[in-house]
């Protein structure tokens, strides 16, 4: 096979140099091993969930709102974009946006918060390290082993964030936690990539909905600093024409000045290879201004759209359904469906764990109803 990454700069992730996969597989003969991986991750189930599962908005409030699965692909696109500028592996960092939030609960952060309240005393649930089950573990597609068997790096992306208990005991792949190492540089890519996605849909999705105004933005530097661009580019725009021309350059400012700022990054590191990438310290990053501008957006979002009365009684139903749930499993776990009983073998607060963060808002929502509403069919 002709080399699909000699484009590649020195220090990028290259198939030839991975470190493996778990169970050794011969190579494809007409795709590279990231290129393999991104196609696992689209073909699994949890990917299809995605569709079906929120970022701030649940599922059923609205068909125009951002899903995780529409989210992931807006993280792939802007890393993609990122990585072909910087001569990185954008198979890799396509791989790892595509698979980053498989191991999302339903509902969002406040599924998540929820879960991991009801497994304090069993280990607790990250929603990072259960995405990396998904692809280790729970995918069943393979004759000869479970998961997706994915190559190091690709897993590596995925476990963005790893408490030190939780590291100690992945091995290989937790020891940069314990030794404050770095990943990939497409790996610290698609973290980034991800927080350019989420802020801008997220103030996308808040004025659509009516949570946020337009007024309220006025306060955000970076979003009054690109409005007035586009008032002057365009004089008597308004709507959601202005909003997404906004949001367009906003999104275009960030980019460029992560890329920017990372070639300069790299050159002053100069790193050989993908092992001194790892050695040195975090290469991906926005210029200080452009940091701080982010930031302020962020605790701007924060206070007046994830903080929203309404978006809290949303996730305070949320919390409800994730913890009735767990609660009526853990006290008889014969309502669970087979595969998920301890019986069958497992341990029982982690199985139920896996079940509920499969699960789609919809589904939960669904199942709360069977196991609660006396009316309601099983
Ligand atoms: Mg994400």
């Known amino acids: 096979m002709t080399d699909l990454e000699s484009h590649l700069a020195p220090y990028a992730a290259r198939s030839a140099h991975t470190r493996g996969r778990v169970h050794a597989e011969p190579a494809s003969s007409s795709r590279s091993e990231f290129q393999r991986d991104r196609d696992r991750v689209i073909h699994s189930t949890a990917f299809r969930r995605l569709e079906y599962k929120t970022q701030v908005f649940v599922n059923h409030e609205g068909d125009l709102f951002r899903t995780r699965l529409t989210h992931s692909l807006e993280v792939a696109q802007i890393a993609r974009s990122i990585a072909r500028n910087l001569r990185l592996n954008e198979d890799l960092v396509e791989a790892i946006s595509l698979a980053h939030d498989l191991g999302h609960t339903p509902f969002g952060h406040a599924g998540q918060d929820a879960l991991n309240t009801c497994m304090k005393n069993h280990g607790?649930?990250?929603?990072n390290l259960q995405s990396l089950l998904v692809v280790d573990e729970l995918e069943e597609r393979y004759g000869g082993f479970n998961g997706l068997n994915l190559t190091f790096e690709t897993r590596e992306g995925i476990l963005k964030h790893c408490s030190r208990v939780n590291a100690a005991a992945l091995g290989e792949l937790g020891r940069r936690f314990l030794e404050g190492a770095q990943p990939s540089?497409?790996?610290?890519?698609?973290?980034?990539?991800d927080e350019i996605a989420y802020n801008n849909h997220d103030i996308d999705d808040g004025l659509r909905s009516g949570l946020l105004t337009l007024e309220q933005l006025d306060e955000v530097p970076m979003w009054g600093r690109h409005r007035a661009e586009v008032t002057a580019a365009f004089p008597g725009i308004n709507g959601r024409r202005a909003i997404n021309e906004t949001v367009r350059r906003m999104i275009n400012t960030l980019i460029v000045d992560l890329i920017e700022t990372t070639g300069r990054n790299i050159a002053a590191a100069s790193p050989k290879t993908i092992d001194a990438v790892r050695a040195a310290g975090p290469l991906v990053a926005f210029s200080p201004k452009i940091h701080e501008e982010a930031a302020a957006l962020k605790?701007?979002?924060?206070?007046?759209?994830y903080r929203h009365y309404l978006v809290m009684r949303m996730s305070a139903k949320a919390q409800r359904i994730v913890s009735d749930l767990f609660s009526a499993f853990m006290q008889d776990s014969r309502l669970l469906p087979p595969q998920y009983q301890a019986s069958h073998g497992g341990d029982q607060p982690r199985l139920i764990a896996h079940y509920i963060a499969g699960m789609t808002d919809r589904y939960a929502i669904r199942e709360h109803r069977r196991i609660f509403a006396v009316s309601e069919s099983n």
């Open 124 to 127: 607790g649930f990250e929603h």
């Open 185 to 193: 540089l497409e790996a610290q890519l698609a973290n980034l990539a």
């Open 299 to 305: 605790r701007f979002l924060f206070r007046h759209l």
